[in-house]
């Protein structure tokens, strides 16, 4: 009987260990302090149209990060919606996603495309991604799937 509840533990350690990383949140780029994105509001990007730096008194923890805002108002909106201001691939450089790496990004190389906020590690690779958006977000969707965990 011990034996055989050590097994069916086993067992369930096991397939835990195993689904655990299938079933967690993505991995986002953070700062050494936890912030996301470099502590850039992520809905200015969508409202303002700009990268705006976020205010240490307007943040929401999200993912195991800390995401800054303008506003408290930006704020509410994110925590209200943050699948639709979360930007992609965790907020790695989307075009190195692409390539099958992560890489960290500069926050002022950004682009909404279909509603979805991409960074990029610098301007250069931002007009490379923009050269054609949908074979990268194909391309990125399918690394991404392989290395957000890594």
Known sequence: MIRRLASVMAAI?????????ALAEGPVNMTRGGGA????????????????????????EWLHATWYFVSAENRDLFVADPDKYLPAYGGYCAFAVA???????????????EGRLYLNESDLTRK???????????????????????
């Open 99 to 113: 390539q099958g790496v992560k890489v960290g990004i500069d926050p002022a190389a950004w682009t909404i495309f």
């Open 128 to 150: 490379a991604w923009q050269k054609d958006t949908p074979y990268y977000i194909g391309l990125a969707d399918r690394h991404w799937a392989k290395i957000k965990f890594e």
């Open 13 to 21: 350690v096991l397939v835990v260990g195993c689904l655990g990383p």
């Open 37 to 60: 994105v470099r502590g850039y509001d992520t809905v200015a990007y969508h409202t303002m149209a700009a990268a705006v730096p976020g205010d240490p008194q307007f943040t929401a």
